[in-house]
C-alpha cells in the first residue's frame, strides 16, 4: 500500500542536510513521494515487518537499536565500491538495528521510524519510508536456474 501523503523534504533538502551528493540529472526541488509498502533502490529492497516477520527475528532483544545521525548511515556500497546506499532521518525518529536473522539470508538490517526516513542513493536520488518497522534486503535476481543478488 502507498501512502497518498507526500514528504516534504526534496532531493535539494537532503542532500544539503546530509552532503551526500546525487547525479547532476537528478530533479531536486520534487518532494519526495512516502510509500509504506514494499520499495525498492537499486540493489536493496525495504519491506514492511508484518510481512516478513515469520522470516525475521531480532537477535539483540533490544540492545543494539542505534539511533540513524542526522548526516545518514550508509546501509550497502556495491561490491565493486560503488555508490553507497544511505539512510537518513532527522534526530531521534529512526532507529537501526543490524543485528537480525533472516531465514533468506538477504536482510542487511531492521529500522523504526517515528516519523519520515529517506533513502538516498547517487544514481537513484531519494525515496521516503512512512513511519513504521521495516526490514531492508538485498534484492536478488532470478535467471538461467540461478539465484544472484542484484549488482547496482
Not at 30 to 43: E, K, R, Y
Not at 133 to 149: A, D, S, T
Amino acid at each position: 500500500m502507498t501512502s497518498s501523503s507526500t514528504a516534504t523534504r526534496t532531493l535539494a533538502d537532503l542532500t544539503a542536510r546530509t552532503g551526500l551528493e546525487v547525479l547532476d540529472h537528478l530533479e531536486r526541488e520534487l518532494t519526495t513521494p512516502v510509500t509504506d509498502g514494499i520499495q525498492a533502490q537499486g540493489d536493496l529492497i525495504v519491506i514492511p515487518f508484518a510481512l516478513v516477520e515469520h522470516a525475521v527475528t531480532e537477535l539483540s532483544h533490544g540492545h543494539y537499536w542505534h539511533d540513524v545521525p542526522t548526516g545518514g548511515l550508509e546501509l550497502l556500497r556495491s561490491a565493486a565500491g560503488g555508490n553507497p546506499h544511505a539512510l537518513v532521518a532527522d534526530d531521534r525518529t529512526c532507529r537501526w538495528n543490524r543485528f537480525i536473522r533472516d531465514t533468506t539470508g538477504l536482510a542487511i538490517g531492521m529500522l523504526e521510524a517515528s516519523a519520515f526516513a529517506y533513502l538516498i542513493h547517487p544514481e537513484h536520488g531519494a525515496s521516503a519510508i512512512a513511519p513504521g518497522r521495516y526490514v531492508i534486503r538485498r534484492q536478488r535476481e532470478h535467471g538461467r536456474g540461478q539465484n544472484h543478488l542484484v549488482a547496482d
